[in-house]
C-alpha cells in the first residue's frame, strides 16, 4: 500500500470548557483551518517591478456542520460562548498514528440552526481563529 492519506471518520474536534477539553458532539463535517496573509506593496519609484512583501498570516475560521441537540451540553456551550463572545480554546486531533493535533484559540462568530422535512436538525457553527495554531 501506497497511500498515506488518512481517515476523516474518527477525527475530533473539542472545545475547552470549564476544566478539560470537551468533544463536539455529532459533527459531520468540517473546514478549515484555512488561513492566508495580507500581501503589502513595497514599491517605490526606484523599483523596476512591482516589490512585495507577506504580511501577518491570519489562521482564518473553521466551519463546521453538526446534527443539533440543544439538550446537549456542548451544543450550549457554543451557543453561549457566541452570545457572551468567550474567547475560547480548541482542539482537532486527527485519525493518522501519532494523533496530530492542532490547538488554537477562537471565538464562536456565528451558530445557526437548519432543519426540513425528512431530516434530522443541524446547525452550521463558524470559530474565528485567533492568533498561531500550536501543532503537536
Given at each position: 500500500m501506497s497511500s498515506t492519506a488518512i481517515t476523516a471518520q474518527g477525527i475530533a474536534i473539542a472545545r475547552?470548557?470549564?476544566?478539560t477539553f470537551e468533544t463536539i458532539p455529532n459533527v459531520v463535517s468540517f473546514q478549515g483551518p484555512g488561513g492566508q496573509a495580507s500581501v503589502i506593496d513595497v514599491t517605490n519609484l526606484a523599483s523596476t517591478s512591482k516589490e512585495k512583501r507577506v504580511g501577518l498570516r491570519d489562521e482564518g475560521q473553521?466551519?463546521?456542520s453538526l446534527h443539533y441537540n440543544p439538550e446537549d451540553a456542548v451544543h450550549q456551550g457554543l451557543r453561549t460562548d457566541?452570545?457572551?463572545r468567550a474567547h475560547r480554546q480548541f482542539r482537532i486531533t486527527f485519525t493518522d498514528v501519532a494523533a496530530a493535533t492542532?490547538?488554537?484559540?477562537?471565538?464562536?462568530?456565528?451558530?445557526?440552526v437548519q432543519g426540513g422535512?425528512?431530516?434530522?436538525?443541524?446547525?452550521?457553527?463558524t470559530?474565528?481563529?485567533?492568533?498561531d495554531i500550536t501543532e503537536s
Open positions: 475547552f470548557g470549564t476544566t473553521l466551519s463546521l457566541r452570545a457572551n492542532w490547538t488554537f484559540y477562537g471565538y464562536v462568530t456565528q451558530f445557526s422535512v425528512d431530516a434530522v436538525v443541524e446547525a452550521s457553527v470559530i474565528e481563529i485567533d492568533g
